[in-house]
C-alpha cells in the first residue's frame, strides 16, 4: 500500500490548515491501494490552542470529526522534508516553506495555486513523470509535474479590501485564503464553504491521478 503524506500550513494553526486536514482527511480516505497521512502546522503558534469553534462547527455540519484534539503545532524543518505535498494558506506561508527546506519549493503551493496548477489534466507525458519505478503513482512526484507548470497561470487581479480607518488596506493574493478568523462576522463563517469547495477540488484531482493507470 502506498503512503502519501499531506501537510497544511497556516499562521496559527487554530483555523484554515486544521480545517483544511480535516477535509482532506475526510475525503481522500477510504482507498484499500492508498494511504494518505494528513497533518496541520502553524508558522506562528501558541502551542496548543485549540482549533476555531466556527471552523469545529462547520465541520461538525459536514460530518466530519477533527479527530484527536487539536493543539496548535509549529511547522518544524522535518515536517516539510517528510511531506509529499505541502499546501500553504497564503503564498507568505510557501515562502516560509522555502526557508526551512529550499528542496521543498518543488512540493509546496498555495491550496489556490495548487488547483489552477492542477486546472488542466495532466498529459501523458506529465503522468509518466509522476509513476515511480514500482509503477504506482507517488504523490511526490505529481507535486514535481505541477511544479512544471509555474510561470504560466493567468491569475486573475488581486481583490482590494475596504479602506480602514481612511487607508487603503493591502490587496489580498488571488492565491491566498484569506485570515478572516480576526476579523470574523460573515467573512468568516463563509470561508468554510470556500475553503470545503477547494479541499474536494483538490482531493478529487489527486485521487484521479493517483488511480489512473
Do not use: W
Not at 475526510?26 to 506562528?44: C, E, Q
Not at 509546496?108 to 488542466?120: D, F, G, P, Q
Not at 509555474?150 to 488581486?158: E, F
Request: net charge positive; hydrophobic share 40%.
Amino acid at each position: 500500500m502506498a503512503v502519501h503524506r499531506v501537510l497544511l500550513v497556516c499562521e496559527q494553526n487554530v483555523c484554515r490548515s486544521p480545517y483544511l486536514a480535516a477535509v482532506a482527511n475526510s475525503l481522500l480516505a477510504g482507498d484499500d491501494r492508498h494511504t494518505f497521512v494528513v497533518a496541520s502546522r502553524g508558522t506562528t503558534v501558541t502551542a496548543g490552542a485549540e482549533i476555531c469553534s466556527v471552523a469545529e462547527s462547520n465541520l461538525r455540519g459536514h460530518g466530519i470529526s477533527v479527530g484527536v484534539e487539536h493543539g496548535s503545532t509549529a511547522l518544524e524543518q522535518e515536517d516539510v522534508v517528510r511531506a509529499d505535498l505541502i499546501l500553504t494558506a497564503t503564498e507568505r506561508q510557501r515562502s516560509a516553506i522555502a526557508l526551512l527546506s529550499p528542496g521543498a519549493r518543488v512540493r509546496a503551493y498555495t491550496v489556490r495555486e495548487a488547483i489552477l496548477l492542477s486546472e488542466r489534466e495532466l498529459g501523458a507525458d506529465e503522468l509518466a513523470r509522476v509513476r515511480v519505478a514500482s509503477r504506482r503513482s507517488s504523490l511526490r512526484e505529481f507535486a514535481s509535474a505541477i511544479n512544471a507548470r509555474r510561470g504560466t497561470l493567468d491569475l486573475p487581479g488581486a481583490t482590494v479590501r475596504p479602506r480602514l480607518g481612511g487607508r487603503r488596506a493591502a490587496p489580498d493574493s488571488p492565491l491566498d485564503i484569506p485570515d478572516h478568523h480576526r476579523t470574523g462576522g460573515q467573512s468568516h463563517r463563509r470561508l468554510f464553504d470556500e475553503m470545503y469547495a477547494d479541499a474536494g477540488v483538490l482531493a478529487a484531482r489527486i485521487k484521479y491521478v493517483l488511480e489512473t493507470p
